[in-house]
């Protein structure tokens, strides 16, 4: 069974900088990507940032230039390194894996608050 697991999340001020982790364990087979998304209150959930398995990054444009994906050798583990936060960024904040097929797999969300 496979088990995605975020960490990091926090409240943090304006301008402040967090680092999310996503640990994933379990058989998944043929990965395609691993990325970040997020989901504000009231809001659909929205892509952050995907790394694909030859290590293509792609941001959504409201972070380009703050936020950071990555990812271990092992392909095992993502992080999230967000930098110069703002309000907007509040969300629950979730990992995924995606496979060939097309089938999700989702962490349970971190939340992240950015606030004064």
């Known amino acids: 069974q496979v088990q995605l697991v975020e960490s990091g999340g926090g409240l943090v001020p304006p301008g402040g900088s967090l680092s999310l982790t996503c640990t994933t364990s379990?058989?998944?087979?043929?990965?395609?990507?691993m990325g970040w998304y997020r989901q504000a209150p009231g809001k659909e959930r929205e892509l952050v940032a995907t790394?694909?398995?030859?290590?293509?990054?792609n941001y959504a444009e409201p972070v380009k230039g703050r936020f950071t994906i990555s990812r271990d050798n092992a392909k095992t583990t993502a992080y999230l390194q967000m930098n110069s936060l703002k309000p907007e960024d509040t969300a629950v904040y979730y990992c995924?894996?995606?496979?060939?097929?097309?089938?999700?797999?989702w962490g349970q969300g971190t939340q992240v608050t950015v606030s004064s």
């Open positions: 379990g058989s998944a087979v043929n990965i395609v990507a």
């Open positions: 995924n894996e995606r496979t060939t097929c097309g089938q999700d797999y």
């Open positions: 790394i694909n398995r030859g290590g293509g990054i």
